[in-house]
């Protein structure tokens, strides 16, 4: 049985970190994103810069060595790291003194031999929180042996799929015209047993509602966006947002939570400005700090506890 919250700006408001005055960029925590095949440097660009515009102090992107200079260009503020040194990190080999508090995989990464060998070691050697997204779900969905890894990860796994990815991760479920968005979503927290973001319209977040994985799956339903969010791209912003909020402390739940309100948000801020036709995903970027000032600054005293929805 699935219990139902909503996801507000309150809730959001109570979930954020308070800066101490000497907080410095490690403190604010490593994103480290792999996105981005060829002709998908949008992807990563918009992953990296969502990620840097919700606080990560530090942010790395793994991408092919074609889309370095878009990369450092569209985002000088990002580092490039590449595939063999993460993999040495990941295998306790090399010298890279990083340490990712969070790993997320999939905006634009394709679904070829390589990016599959990427998410198979990240898999088997991370045990950190692990945001997977678009490309990265797609290859959970076409290869069994990598569901069997996503299913005994040992770090906590954030999956963001939208209702297609979500329909190709559940082919062996029985879904039909009648199955509702908080059973799907269900049904890919019993599947995968990590957490489960449901996008679109009312994005859903959902997990067990016990840490031992059995029973009832909780579900909270994003209360922020609009239609001018049916734009390619705007995934990929969520996945960095959610990366970074994880990256600065926050549970991967709490990221979950709040990364897909905050990126309704940005959206509805663009949506004020733009409109609902003409709002890109670059424009969910550069609301971002916006929408997070005013949820961090915003006035709850005096306001009821809502969250309970049924
Ligand atoms: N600038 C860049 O580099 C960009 C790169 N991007 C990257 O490209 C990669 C592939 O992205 P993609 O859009 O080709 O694949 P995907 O989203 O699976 O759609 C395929 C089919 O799935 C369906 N479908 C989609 N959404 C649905 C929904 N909500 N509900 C239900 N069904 C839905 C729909 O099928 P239809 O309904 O049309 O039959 C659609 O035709 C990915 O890695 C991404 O990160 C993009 O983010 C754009 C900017
Ligand atoms: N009608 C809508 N209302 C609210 N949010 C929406 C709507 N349509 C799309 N979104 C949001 O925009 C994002 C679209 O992500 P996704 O479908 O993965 O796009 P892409 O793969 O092009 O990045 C999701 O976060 C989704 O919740």
Same mark, same amino acid.
């Given at each position: 049985?699935?219990?139902?919250?909503e996801?507000?700006?309150?809730?959001?408001?109570?979930?954020?970190?308070?800066?101490?005055p000497?907080?410095?960029?490690?403190?604010c925590?490593?994103?480290?994103?792999?996105? =981005?095949?060829?002709?998908?440097?949008?992807?990563?660009?918009?992953?990296?810069?969502?990620?840097?515009?919700?606080g990560?102090?530090l942010?790395?992107i793994?991408?092919?060595?074609?889309?370095?200079?878009?990369?450092?260009?569209?985002?000088?503020?990002?580092?490039?790291?590449?595939?063999?040194?993460?993999?040495?990190?990941?295998?306790?080999?090399?010298?890279?003194?990083?340490?990712?508090?969070?790993?997320?995989?999939?905006?634009?990464?394709?679904?070829?031999?390589?990016?599959r060998?990427?998410?198979?070691?990240?898999?088997?050697?991370?045990?950190g929180?692990?945001?997977?997204?678009?490309?990265?779900?797609?290859?959970l969905?076409?290869?069994?042996?990598l569901?069997?890894?996503?299913?005994?990860?040992?770090?906590e796994l954030?999956?963001?799929?939208h209702?297609?990815e979500?329909?190709?991760?559940?082919e062996?479920?029985?879904?039909?015209?009648?199955?509702s968005?908080?059973?799907?979503?269900?049904?890919?927290?019993?599947?995968?047993?990590?957490?489960a973001?449901?996008?679109?319209?009312?994005?859903?977040?959902?997990?067990?509602?016990?840490a031992?994985?059995?029973?009832?799956?909780?579900?909270?339903?994003n209360?922020?966006?609009?239609?001018g969010?049916?734009?390619?791209?705007?995934?990929?912003?969520?996945?960095?947002v959610?990366?970074a909020l994880? $990256?600065? =402390?926050?549970?991967?739940?709490?990221?979950?939570?709040?990364?897909?309100?905050?990126?309704? $948000?940005?959206?509805?801020?663009?949506?004020?400005?733009? =409109?609902?036709?003409?709002?890109?995903?670059?424009?969910?970027?550069?609301?971002?700090?916006?929408?997070?000032?005013?949820?961090?600054?915003?006035?709850?005293?005096g306001?009821?506890?809502?969250?309970?929805?049924?």
């Open positions: 049985m699935t219990e139902n919250y996801i507000t700006k309150k809730t959001v408001h109570k979930l954020l970190p308070r800066r101490s000497y907080i410095h960029k490690g403190d925590g490593r994103a480290l994103i792999l996105a =981005g095949a060829s002709g998908m440097a949008g992807a990563a660009v918009l992953a990296v810069r969502a990620s840097m515009r919700s990560a102090g942010t790395y793994c991408t092919p060595k074609a889309n370095y200079q878009v990369l450092q260009t569209a985002a000088p503020e990002a580092i490039c790291v590449d595939w063999d040194r993460v993999a040495d990190k990941l295998a306790g080999r090399g010298n890279d003194p990083w340490n990712y508090d969070v790993i997320a995989f999939g905006p634009g990464m394709g679904v070829s031999a390589s990016a060998r990427m998410l198979k070691a990240i898999l088997l050697s991370y045990d929180p692990l945001v997977i997204d678009a490309d990265g779900l797609n290859l969905a076409r290869e069994p042996e569901t069997g890894f996503a299913q005994n990860y040992s770090g954030i999956l963001t799929p209702v297609g979500a329909k190709r991760l559940l062996d479920v029985n879904l039909d015209q009648t199955t968005r908080e059973e799907m979503a269900e049904a890919l927290v019993r599947k995968f047993r990590g957490i973001i449901l996008k679109g319209a009312g994005t859903l977040v959902a997990r067990y509602s016990s031992l994985k059995t029973g009832a799956v909780t579900a909270w339903r209360t922020s966006g609009n239609p969010m049916a734009t390619g791209g705007a995934g990929d912003v969520l996945t960095g959610i990366a994880t $990256a600065q =402390g926050l549970s991967p739940w709490d990221a979950a939570r709040a990364g897909v309100l905050i990126h309704g $948000a940005a959206g509805d801020l663009a949506a004020d400005d733009k =409109g609902e036709y003409g709002l890109i995903a670059s424009d969910i970027v550069e609301e971002l700090p916006y929408a997070i000032d005013e949820i961090i600054n915003m006035d709850v005293t306001d009821e506890d809502e969250e309970r929805k049924s």
